[in-house]
C-alpha cells in the first residue's frame, strides 16, 4: 500500500504528499501540499481523512507553515504558526486527534529553547515526523491487543474506513483485522458501504482487497439482515473521539451498527489510539457532531452525475453520531483493552 | 402525479404503459409494452415496482398477451396464457401480490362459461382493471385506517417506496401518511433513501415534493441517530409477503429500521392491501428472498458512472429481508389494523 501521507522535498521546498482518497479506488493520485490552504483544503474535503490521520496531516501542515515562513525572526514565526492553527483547528470539529497533535506542534513551537527560527522549523518537522511515527506503533499495538479477542473463522463487522488509509498506517479497526489475519485466524469482513461518501465501499474494500483479506461488501440497510442470518460474530469501528466514560463518535451510522449488535447479542468494539480520549468530557453529550453539505447525499458521494433526489426535499447529512458506552463491548487502545465500567479502566490505562 | 400504470389503445392495439421509475426523478417518461416480455423485463428490472404495483403489471401482462394473441381458439389461447403465467411468475419471487394477481386472473381464464376468444380477452382486460381499481380503493382505507394511529405532529420514517408508484395509487405505507397529511395532522415524514436501489431518495422523496408534505431525506445508516435524538414517533413500511403468524417480507432494510425502533420503543407498523398475507406459510422463514445483481451497490443503483468499489471484493445483495412479527406494533390494512398476536388478528380480518 502507497504511504497516506509523507513528508516530501521537492525543488522548491519541502511539501506534505498526500494519498488523495477521494478519488480511491479508481485511480491512485497524489497532491502535495506547500500551503497552509491546500492542507486545511484537504482535510476538509477528505483527501486526508480518518481522525489519527488528520491528527498527522494537521502536525506536518504546522511543519510545512514554519518550513516555509519567511518570518524574520522566531516571535514573528510564531505569530504565523498560531495563526495556522487557528485555520487547521477550524476544518473540522469532532475528531479530538486533530487539536492533540495542534497542541504537541505549539508546544513545541512555545519551547523557550529554539532561538533562531531555523531551530524552531526543525524541531516542528521532527515532532510531526514523531506523531506520524507513534501513530503507526501504536496501530500495530492496537492490532495485537485487539487480536486477542478475535477468535478463529470469525466474521468480523466494520464501519467506515479505520485502516491504513485512516492512520499514518496499519490501522486502527483494520489494525486489529490485520493483525488476525496475520495471526492466522482465517477471519471473513463484512464491510459496510458506509454512506454518504462511500468510505467503507472504496477504502475499507480496497484495503482488505490488497492484502488478501475476505471481505463481503453490504449496503448499510443490510447489516441487520446479515446479524440476523448469525453471520456475525463481532464488530469492530473507529472512533473521532471517546469521552471519559466511554461514550463514542465515530462515522454517522456506526450508532446504528451498534444498536444492532446490541440487539442481536454480538460485541461490538472501538479501537483507537488513547489519546482519542478526551478526558475533558464527562459524556458524548458534549461532542460536537460536523454536518456536512448535503450534496454528498444528494450526488452519492460526488459518484453521480447528477442528483439522484427531485428539487425540494430536506436533507440532512451528519457526519458523526454518538454510541453509547453501554452499547460497547470494549475499547482497544495502545495500552490495552479497556473494558466496561469505561469511566474506570480508560483512566486505568493512562500512562503513570 | 401520472398514473403508474395505464391500459391505452395505440394504432396498432392495446398496451400497457409504465411510469418507467427507473428514470425518476429525473425524467418522466413511461414506457408502452406490447409484449410478455416487454412487461416481464419492466418488472425485473423494476421499471415498475412496489408490490401491489407488479400485481397489476402482471394481470395487465396476462391482459395484453390475450388481447394481442392470434390464437385460433379459447383451448389455444388458455394455453398461451399459461405459459404466460410462467414468464411472469418467474420474475420476482418475493412479492405474493404476483402471485395472487396471477391466479385471480388464470381462475377468469379457466371460466367455462367463456366460449370465444373475444369474450375471454374481455374478460380478462375487465379483471385486469378491476384487480387495479381495488388497489387504489384499498390503499385509501389502508391510508384511513393508518391515520387514526398517527397524532398530530408526528415525525414517521418510511423506508423504500411503499406510495403511490408501488400501487395502483395513493400508496400503502404513503398512503397512511398521505390520509394523515390530509387530515391536517401536521406530520414530517423521514425518508431512508434505501440502498442500493434509492427508491426512497429518488421515489418517495418525489412523490412527498409532490404533495407538498414535509420530508427529510436521509442516508439509511443515519436511521439511528435520528431515533436516538428522539426525532422519529413511529415508522410505516409496505410489505411484499407476510406470513400467517405477522412475519413481513419487505426491502431490504426494513428489518434494520425494525429493529431500531424495537431498541428506542418506537412503533413500528406494516401497511398493506390484505391479499399479501399469505396464509399458506407459516411463518417468515419459508418466505423466499431474491438475490438481484451486484452491479447495483458496486453502480450505486446504476447511477455511478463506474464502479466505486475495487476489483475483487466479494458483494452480497440481498432484495428484501424478513422482520419478525413480535418488532411489529400493527399491520394495517384495508379491513383494518391488526395487532398482536398476529396469528388470530389477521385471521379474524378475512372475509366471512
Redesign the interface.
Known amino acids: 500500500m502507497p504511504p497516506t501521507l509523507e513528508w516530501v522535498e521537492l525543488e522548491d521546498g519541502p511539501a506534505l504528499r498526500l494519498l488523495d482518497q477521494t478519488r480511491l ?2 485511480e491512485t493520485t497524489f497532491v502535495d501540499c506547500t500551503t497552509l490552504e491546500q492542507v486545511a483544503e484537504a482535510i476538509k474535503v477528505l483527501r486526508v481523512r480518518g481522525a489519527p490521520a488528520i491528527g498527522c496531516a494537521a502536525a506536518y501542515g504546522l511543519a510545512l507553515v514554519a518550513a516555509r515562513s519567511s518570518a524574520p525572526d522566531v516571535g514573528a514565526l510564531r505569530s504565523e504558526l498560531a495563526a495556522a492553527r487557528e485555520v487547521l483547528g477550524a476544518t473540522r470539529p469532532t475528531a479530538v486527534n486533530l487539536f492533540w497533535a495542534l497542541e504537541r506542534m505549539m508546544a513545541v513551537a512555545s519551547q523557550s529553547g529554539l532561538a533562531s527560527a531555523a531551530e524552531l522549523v526543525r524541531a516542528l518537522v521532527e515532532e510531526a515526523h514523531a506523531i506520524t511515527a507513534d501513530d503507526l506503533t501504536r496501530c500495530r499495538a492496537i492490532g495485537r491487543h485487539g487480536a486477542e479477542l478475535i477468535r478463529p473463522g470469525w466474521s468480523i463487522l466494520t ?1 467506515c474506513n479505520a485502516g491504513a488509509l485512516a492512520t499514518a498506517g496499519y490501522g486502527t479497526a483494520l489494525g486489529v483485522i490485520r493483525a488476525a489475519h496475520e495471526a492466522g485466524k482465517g477471519i471473513h469482513v463484512w ?6 461518501l ?1 468510505q467503507g ?2 477504502l475499507t ?2 484495503e ?2 490488497q492484502e488478501g483479506i ?13 446479524m ?1 442470518q448469525g453471520q456475525v460474530n463481532c464488530a469492530v469501528v473507529g472512533a473521532d473521539r471517546i469521552a471519559a466514560n466511554g461514550d463514542t463518535a465515530n462515522k ?2 456506526t ?3 451498534a ?2 449488535c ?2 442481536h447479542e454480538i460485541p461490538f468494539y472501538v479501537a483507537a489510539p488513547y489519546s482519542t480520549v478526551d478526558f475533558s468530557l464527562a459524556s458524548g453529550d458534549d461532542i460536537p457532531i460536523e454536518e456536512r453539505n448535503v450534496e454528498e ?1 444528494r450526488l ?2 460526488h ?16 457526519a458523526f ?1 454518538v454510541t453509547p458506552a453501554r452499547l460497547i463491548a470494549g475499547i482497544i487502545t495502545e495500552r490495552g483493552v479497556a473494558g466496561p465500567p469505561f469511566g474506570h479502566s480508560l483512566r486505568r490505562l493512562a500512562p503513570e
Open positions: 479506488p479508481n464501519h464491510v459496510d458501504e458506509t454512506r454518504p462511500l465501499a472504496r474494500a480496497w482488505l482487497v475476505p471481505a463481503t461488501l453490504i449496503c448499510d440497510d443490510m447489516a441487520g439482515y446479515v440476523q454517522i451510522g450508532y446504528t451498527v444498536s444492532l446490541h440487539q447525499v452519492l458521494g459518484f453521480a452525475a447528477r442528483p439522484v433526489t427531485p428539487q425540494g426535499v430536506g436533507i440532512y447529512n451528519p453520531d
